[in-house]
């Protein structure tokens, strides 16, 4: 049997980020190693009891869980309540704090990885705030440098923000840490825009229930979405889901689904005003400079979806 290609998950746990957690638990080509955990959608300790949770809900394997910075680099951080809950997981009451994470600080022990291991063997992919993979950059860099890719749900892609008219959230949230990465030299490097979990890629009523009656770890991960389904009703007139996590895990595991994935030179706006936090993408190469980021803008939404219904066990 071929062996699981191994991945460390960075993650900022809220509702969208446990569904991709628990996408990633289900493929057997692949090796959770280990889990870290940034604030972002939540403080540290709400973002790892959430992950701590999924492991339990989705009872396949139990990758060490380890916590990372709680704050950002530069800016103070600001939640997302409004889109996934105080709590991150709807304020249902979902949340099992008991559950403890390992010891050590989750930059350390993913550079501890990475270190030990052959280059080229260990995708990270990072579902929230950039801070956990900026800081291990500016530790070690050339440690980092032996990720095979490191694929970030961030950016506005090619379209809008979601939280100014160029920014999205995660990017936003510590534009600082993006700039450490971008300019860090590791190659390749894959942003997975908030525009590729749009139109055709959203989850609509009839796949939403036939998710949350298809699996345990399918209506956990439905349930825990009820606030982000509220402001979408508002948002678009109607029951649906952008996932813009699972999007991101299905690009980083399964790029066959990917429709739109071209490198660009990148740069991220850190300076104050109505564009902090928003990423550029020279789409028509104006700058001359060397394209250092792939921007992921759409996937094929048949595909895409097909691999959420089978790894949350409900096909």
Known sequence: MKERKKIIIDTDCGSDDAMAIAMALNDERYEVIMITTVSGNVRLKQATANTLTTLKVNNSYYPPVYEGCNDMLVRDWVGAAETHGNDGMGDL??????LKPQEGHAVLKMLEALRD????????????????????????????????????????GLGIG???????FNIWQDPEACKIVLDSGIDPVYFVGWDACLGDAMLNAREIEEIRNGSEIGKFC???????????????GE????????????????????DKCEKYFCQVETNSGLSYGGVLVDFYHFSGKQENAYICSKLKADMYKD?????????
């Open 93 to 98: 009451d979902l949340v099992d704090y008991s």
């Open 117 to 156: 291991a052959p280059a080229d063997t260990i995708d990270v992919i990072a579902l929230g705030p950039l801070t956990n993979l900026a800081l291990a950059i500016k530790l070690e860099p050339e440690t980092m440098k032996k990720v095979d890719k490191i694929v970030i749900m961030g950016t506005a």
């Open 162 to 168: 979601n939280v100014s008219p160029v920014a999205e």
């Open 222 to 236: 439905i349930d825990s979405n009820i606030v982000l389904m509220d402001m979408n009703r508002d948002r678009f």
């Open 239 to 258: 029951n649906c889901l952008d996932m813009a996590d699972p999007a991101a895990m299905a690009a980083a595991l399964y790029p066959e689904c990917i």
């Open 307 to 315: 691999y959420i219904f089978r790894n949350l066990k409900v096909r």
